[in-house]
């Protein structure tokens, strides 16, 4: 991926064009997880504020679906961001951090109990 410097106008649309030639061509696939935003700010030499600009433009297009905890992700190509596979994404990172705070509370509780 890079920086569409063809483009005029915002640095925020030079990535999200970027970023769209990157799914366009193949390079992203449906389904697979973008980095992480700074690695992505790093990628394309600009501000973390930008990325998530340029993310928040693909994902109003379709192009792009966040799992809130888990990441970001090229949607389905013939989709409109799937309503079922958003909220599936989102109840499986709910049940990791149920599952992760579950183990905090019995780790702890085992602590006091041996004091």
Do not use: C, H, N, W
Request: glycine letters at 10%; charged letters at 25%.
């Amino acid at each position: 991926m890079k920086l569409d410097d063809k483009l005029a106008g915002p640095a925020y649309l030079q990535v999200a064009s970027g970023i769209r030639e990157a799914i366009t061509s193949g390079e992203l696939t449906p389904g697979e997880k973008l980095p992480a935003g700074p690695k992505l700010a790093s990628t394309f030499g600009v501000a973390l504020m930008t990325v998530r600009r340029a993310i928040e433009t693909l994902q109003s297009e379709g192009l792009l679906r966040s799992a809130p905890g888990v990441g970001v992700f090229v949607a389905a190509a013939g989709t409109d961001d799937s309503d079922l596979a958003t909220l599936r994404a989102d109840f499986e990172a709910l049940q990791r951090r149920v599952e992760q705070l579950e183990q905090l509370v019995l780790d702890a509780s085992q602590r006091s109990g041996a004091e």
